[in-house]
């Protein structure tokens, strides 16, 4: 088992999806063969614009060739292994690349920054995870919710010892747990609604200094949603409770549908805000994914 890299952008001319699978020519099949069962690290190169550069990691379950395209195959994603990070994590940090192993003799970048899959480096896996969700600025949690232990939190350090190559497989498995992922969750999906109710509109900061806004899977993690941003809205507390319950949903348009069973119809409408969509994301490569929406339209949705 090897960790990886695989090369992703969001107007890619492939099968992709990175929560899903991914799909890429036979020429790759032995390197990311070699993945199976470990992980890899999504990056977004630079000449994208709007980049991401380093930006999420998921865990490869088998690869099978795509049987809707000739020569080519796809590697499967364990279902719920795939996380983004929080911070984008770019490909030079200013001191030279993040991926040390790209370096050449002569310490220039090599030929392997092109190629789409690429193994990496344990060393360097973990220096990208631990950049990508680092907590330099923490995003205070509602009052009620689980914080971190003080051992589960990400301290960017370049000075401490290596892990182990094991050790650094175990500790990528510890860091995602499902505490850690709801909050990392959190934090990816308050920041891109700018941690602001995408129903009602309003962006409350209680006196402890945490946003009073959740981090809401559409499609729920019990039936198999994804932890991924498409999947996410921001929602305060009542919008939170009205949507798990299919009081409310939204229409691929992003437009706020309310339920025919809603006792207090007024209500419910004076909550919603006055362009009766959902406001946010702040950027559009972020908002809600139709086949999230779809679902919870067909399974959570009272018509």
């Given at each position: 088992m090897t960790f990886g890299v695989f090369i992703h952008r969001a107007d890619s001319i492939y099968d992709d999806s990175p929560a899903e699978r991914y799909q890429f020519p036979k020429p790759y099949l032995e390197r990311a063969t070699a993945s199976v069962g470990d992980w890899i690290v999504y990056y977004e190169p630079v000449k994208v614009r709007g980049s991401k550069g380093y930006y999420a990691i998921a865990k490869v379950e088998r690869i099978v060739p795509d049987p809707t395209a000739a020569n080519m195959h796809l590697a499967l994603i364990e279902p719920g292994s795939y996380l983004e990070f929080p911070n984008a994590v770019p490909f030079d940090d200013g001191t030279g690349p993040v991926e040390r192993?790209?370096?050449?003799e002569q310490g220039r970048i090599?030929?392997?920054?092109?190629?789409?899959?690429?193994?990496?480096?344990?060393?360097?896996?973990d220096r990208i995870l631990t950049r990508g969700l680092a907590e330099e600025h923490p995003l205070l949690p509602r009052l009620g919710m689980p914080d971190l232990a003080a051992e589960q939190r990400f301290e960017l350090d370049e000075g401490q010892a290596p892990f182990a190559f094991e050790q650094e497989r175990e500790r990528v498995e510890a860091m995602t747990t499902r505490v850690v992922r709801d909050r990392v969750f959190r934090r990816v999906v308050l920041?891109?609604?700018?941690?602001?109710?995408?129903?009602?509109g309003l962006k409350l900061i209680n006196g402890g200094g945490r946003a009073e806004v959740a981090a809401a899977h559409i499609r729920p993690v019990e039936?198999?949603?994804?932890?991924?941003?498409?999947?996410?809205?921001a929602l305060s507390g009542t919008a939170h409770w009205m949507f798990d319950r299919g009081l409310i949903t939204f229409s691929d348009d992003l437009d706020i549908v309310i339920s025919r069973q809603v006792n207090d119809r007024d209500g419910v409408e004076s909550l919603i805000n006055r362009t009766g969509r959902l406001i946010g994301p702040l950027v559009e490569r972020n908002r809600p994914h139709p086949a999230f929406l779809a679902w919870h339209r067909e399974n959570c949705f009272k018509q």
């Open positions: 192993g790209l370096l050449n090599s030929g392997r920054a092109q190629a789409a899959v690429r193994p990496i480096s344990a060393r360097d896996f920041r891109a609604y700018g941690e602001r109710c995408a129903v009602t039936h198999n949603g994804p932890d991924i941003i498409n999947n996410g809205v």
